[in-house]
């Protein structure tokens, strides 16, 4: 049997004997193909917002909006979301004062180059983006206690101004549940303290923190926490098949919004494996493969359908080699990687 796997921005292609193989499997997702143009989809999406005034009636009352974007890691469509976002902010308050701040969460920060990739040349010539980084303390703001008792400290940014947005995708996350929505706040713009707590082994560890699962997810309970904290006002958000095209977008109120894309996402993402003794997977290909840090996802669901004592060979194009300055420290230190 010949089968194929994203690797980078092409694929990889390998052949099993018909004997030595339990299945081709993968999420439904894939095969889901776009009633329509992502354009048009993100369109109906932000003009019919979940649980929220529009995004002009918002604009005006705010001298300031902080728009979260996502990072180089994500495969967010920010070239049809942003243009979006922009007209209409400005439609609804010609002056407000309007800016991007990226989630880089305990990332490296975006190359210009990344950045051209992501919005195109003309917003990234005309707008004003900002870089988060996690470990500057002097641009952290603190807004008290997680719910877990970790201490909620944010890029004061997204606090100095009266109308807070974000962008993002969502996908089945290892531990979190499902990316996007909250994610924009913790880990996106949140300190190394911040996400190290709550990314922390006692709270991965835990039976409700698996991918699809929100209800008693205590990692989701304080993402939940910051966003409301930060007061996060507006989402956009988009689920993409295989081949990077939109099939939903959701926009709106953060929790309506972001709960109703999940809701929308976990009957197709379900798939049954049968547990087998060699287990190869992918990343889902760049920029999700693009380091070893962001290959750990492909790696956690291979764990679940590998049998005890079995194997996972992973492939995954690391062009970015390890994945950041933490983890590569974590990774050096370990008697065994």
Do not use: W
């Amino acid at each position: 049997m010949d089968f194929q796997i994203p690797y980078g921005r092409g694929r990889l292609q390998g052949e099993i004997p018909d004997k030595n193989l339990a299945g081709i499997f993968e999420s439904r997702v894939n095969r889901q193909r776009p009633a329509e143009g992502g354009e048009s989809m993100i369109r109906q999406a932000i003009e019919n917002p979940a649980g929220s005034e529009r995004i002009e009636v918002l604009a005006k009352s705010a001298d300031r909006a902080v728009i979260i974007a996502s990072d180089h890691t994500r495969p967010v469509p920010s070239r049809l979301i942003f243009p979006q976002l922009l007209q209409r902010l400005r439609s609804g308050n010609p002056n407000i004062d309007i800016s991007i701040l990226i989630a880089t969460g305990c990332h490296r920060a975006s190359t210009e180059a990344e950045l051209i990739g992501k919005f195109g040349e003309e917003i990234v010539a005309t707008e004003k983006i900002f870089m988060h980084d996690c470990r500057a303390e002097t641009e952290m703001a603190s807004l008290g206690m997680l719910p877990s008792g970790g201490e909620l400290k944010i890029n004061r940014m997204a606090l100095e101004c009266e109308l807070l947005l974000s962008e993002g995708f969502i996908e089945p996350h290892f531990f979190a549940g499902f990316s996007g929505g909250r994610k924009s706040v913790l880990p996106g713009i949140s300190s190394e303290k911040t996400v190290m707590g709550n990314h922390c082994a006692r709270f991965i560890s835990d039976p409700n923190s698996r991918a699809g699962m929100l209800d008693g997810n205590p990692i989701h309970r304080d993402m939940l926490y910051a966003a409301e904290k930060a007061k996060l006002s507006f989402i956009v958000n988009v689920v993409i098949n295989g081949n990077r095209e939109v099939i939903k977008a959701v926009a709106g109120n953060p929790f309506e919004a972001h709960r109703s894309g999940c809701n929308f996402l976990k009957d197709l993402c379900r798939v049954s494996v049968p547990e087998t003794e060699i287990v190869i997977v992918g990343n889902g290909g760049y920029p999700l493969d693009q380091n070893i840090y962001q290959s750990v996802k492909g790696m956690s669901a291979a764990e679940s359908v590998c049998a005890p004592g079995g194997v996972i060979i992973m492939a995954a194009e690391c062009s970015d080699t390890h994945g950041g300055e933490s983890f590569y420290r974590m990774l050096s230190e370990a008697p065994s990687p």
